[in-house]
């Protein structure tokens, strides 16, 4: 399990949008990275008492993938940390915390969201959990919805998920657009996410838009021109939905590589609903995850393991549809990087929780707690291609989460149980 490469980060953070709510920008917004020389307070604190640390660096603890120290302390000062250990080789610093001899691992980093929507869709959901046919339109009932929304109602939807969120130990996600799918709607998703996080992924290839059914081609040559235009300042990535009844191999191959002709990174969602061309075509370009990764052939694989793209399961999605289970045990002892996300969404993954999405992926993707661990951190981390989130150890951001057990496994060992008891984003205990 090697994360891929890391590229730079942006020099600057996107301007906030000024409806959202402060205490939530304050504490979730993924702002450019900074040095802790210019952090706003340079204060250290020890926390102590660790019973058992996941840092995902395997030269430190037990050697293994996540690094474990057991009777550890982490040691901050201003947004990074700048120690990790045995608490009794402990620096000296200006506060300590005393952990109460719970576990602390790196904030959850949630790779792949759909946060930027108005509405929901029980009764859709209730009529397939309920065996019965529902036609209301799936995407298309959120775009209307999404549409009719003001910017404030988006900005009060986005902050109410990341509070979610965040209680549940997520101090870094990507939210994508894709539920305008006009020039305007795209463009104010992205701004609404950018007020909130620098991982911002433009969709406009979510499904071909109900005025342009009759016309893909025609929707193709908006994504890739005057949408992308107006889109990209307020990006880092773009996706496509490569599926069929969305949009195939060749019109994928033409969005990405557009996108990256404007400086967007690619990220694809792939394979999910049946076997097709997206997993390799993520390959062939370099994407930073192909997301999914439900129906692979044994080619697939092959191509994940040689390249440098990550596998990002998304567990919540097959299990609010009833939908196969990928089988991330073969994804691993082929050696693929594989990472763990929500897909929140309101159609198919109505959850903001990487801990169920963890049970899950232990219960029923043949992943063990340590792997699911692993791929919830530091695999997302490798998704967006950073190397300073998603792992405590010095120089990373100091981005924690507090549980209320005494070892990283309870997380699948008790699901549903609400565990987490505190986290810390860039330094500042947030929760």
């Known amino acids: 399990m090697t994360p891929g490469r890391a590229p730079g980060r942006p020099d600057s953070a996107p301007e906030p949008d000024p409806t959202a709510d402060q205490a939530t920008k304050d504490a979730m917004s993924n702002a450019t990275t900074v040095s802790p020389a210019h952090s706003a307070s340079t204060a250290s604190t020890l926390i102590t008492n660790i019973a058992s640390l996941v840092t995902n660096d395997s030269s430190l603890g037990d050697r293994s993938p996540l690094g474990l120290v057991h009777d550890a302390a982490v040691a901050i000062e201003g947004d990074r940390v700048v120690w990790t250990g045995d608490q009794s080789k402990a620096p000296a610093t ?17 790779s792949h969201s ?46 109410r998920y990341l509070r979610e969120a965040l209680h549940q130990g997520t101090t870094t996600f990507e939210t994508k657009s894709g539920y305008g799918l006009t020039v ?10 950018a007020a909130h996080t620098d991982e911002v992924t433009y969709l406009g290839a979510h499904i071909v838009a109900p005025e342009f059914a009759e016309d893909p081609a025609g929707y193709v040559a908006l994504v890739t021109g005057e949408m992308l235009d107006a889109c990209a300042p307020y990006a880092r990535w773009i996706d496509v939905f490569c599926e069929k009844g969305a949009f195939d191999g060749d019109q994928a191959r033409a969005i990405l590589s557009a996108g990256k002709a404007k400086g967007l990174h690619p990220r694809i969602h792939a394979n999910q609903l049946s076997y097709g061309p997206g997993v390799q075509l993520a390959v062939e370009l370099d994407a930073a995850s192909a997301d999914h990764c439900t129906h692979l052939t ?94 405590v150890t010095p120089g990373a951001y100091a981005d924690l989460t507090l549980l209320d057990a005494p070892s990283h496994v309870h997380l699948a060992y008790r699901p549903g149980v609400p565990l987490v008891t505190g986290v810390w984003r860039r330094g500042e205990r947030v929760l």
């Open 298 to 391: 044994d080619a697939d694989v092959d191509a994940l393991a040689s390249g440098d793209t990550v596998a990002t399961l998304l567990p919540g999605a097959e299990f609010s549809t009833r939908a196969e289970w990928p089988d991330a045990r073969r994804l691993l002892d082929a050696g693929v990087t594989v990472a763990l996300s929500t897909d929140c969404n309101p159609g198919s993954s109505f959850t903001s929780s990487v801990p169920f999405c963890v049970a899950l992926a232990v219960r029923d993707m043949g992943m063990t707690p340590d792997e699911a661990l692993w791929s919830a951190t530091a695999g997302g981390a490798a998704a967006l291609r950073r190397t300073d989130i998603g792992r």
């Open 94 to 110: 200006d506060n300590r915390v005393d952990a109460g001899g719970r576990a602390v691992i790196p904030g959850f980093v949630d």
């Open 184 to 193: 305007e709607d795209e463009a104010r998703a992205l701004r609404v996410a």
């Open 114 to 159: 759909h946060l930027v929507f108005a509405g929901d869709r029980t009764q859709e959901f209730n009529a397939r959990m309920s065996g019965r046919p529902y036609s209301a339109g799936g995407i298309r009932t959120t775009v209307a919805a999404t549409r009719a929304a003001s910017d404030a109602e988006l900005a009060a939807n986005v902050t």
